[in-house]
């Protein structure tokens, strides 16, 4: 069923919205500090150090550690960092409820939809594969694709161009303050979904608008308008 409704597409963040990635990524950021002898860090303080790729992750995990680190040292622990969670990125992870669901009936109403995240692309499209959400991707921008990362709008104005479409036809979906930031600096609506992977309250992002889970998502869209 085609739609002339707005908006003609919704972009989503992956880490945090979609899924809960946290615990692989907890594990991986684990096992690479253990192979460089450094102490892990719990589940809730790794979750609190992602949204903003993964050399901010690594960044953040050795200032937790009271160690700042030159940007060669900080890529070679990237590198490894990656291949550790590369093939383990889908083990612990898993979809947030109304994921499947709200992502079907939005492609069935006519709109294209697409995943904009921080999160190497490669990473990315494996967790999609995984969870069976792929296939109904019209457009996937990971944060290695060139432009700066959100808070920069460039990820997201990337994945505009991509779809043909000006970014007041589209909507973004996030969960962090780079979600929002980089949605206003690209002038696209922006819905924060509450429970995900933020340090400041949902309500307290900025947002457009706070969807308590990702089945609420179509019922605002009259409001975004
Ligand atoms: O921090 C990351 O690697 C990715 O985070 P995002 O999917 O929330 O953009
Ligand atoms: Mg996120």
Redesign the pocket.
């Given at each position: 069923m085609a739609t002339d409704g707005w908006p003609k597409a919704v972009l989503f963040?992956?880490?945090?919205?979609l899924v809960d990635s946290a615990p692989d990524l907890h594990a991986a950021l684990n096992q690479t500090l253990e192979s460089y002898g450094e102490p892990p860090f719990t589940l809730e303080a790794v979750t609190g150090m992602?949204?903003a790729g993964v050399p901010k992750l690594i960044e953040r995990a050795y200032a937790g550690l009271g160690k700042s680190l030159d940007a060669a040292t900080r890529d070679r622990i990237v590198d490894r960092f990656l291949k550790i969670y590369e093939p383990r990125s889908t083990e612990l992870t898993t979809l947030y409820s109304g994921a499947s669901e709200v992502t079907r009936q939005l492609k069935e109403e006519g709109r294209a939809l697409g995943v904009v995240?921080?999160k190497p692309g490669h990473a990315t499209e494996a967790i999609l594969r995984h969870f069976g959400l792929y296939d109904l991707m019209d457009v996937v921008v990971g944060g290695d694709a060139g432009p700066a990362k959100k808070p920069e709008p460039g990820l997201l104005l990337l994945a505009c161009e991509r779809l043909s479409l000006p970014p007041s036809d589209v909507l973004f979906v996030?969960?962090?303050e780079?979600?929002v930031g980089a949605a206003k600096a690209g002038a696209i609506a922006v819905v924060v979904v509450a429970g995900?992977?933020?340090r400041i309250a949902a309500e307290d992002l900025g947002a457009d608008a706070v969807a308590t889970g990702l089945a609420d998502l179509p019922q605002l869209f009259a409001s975004l308008r």
């Open positions: 963040d992956l880490d945090g919205t992602i949204g995240t921080n996030g969960d962090s780079n979600d995900g992977y933020t």
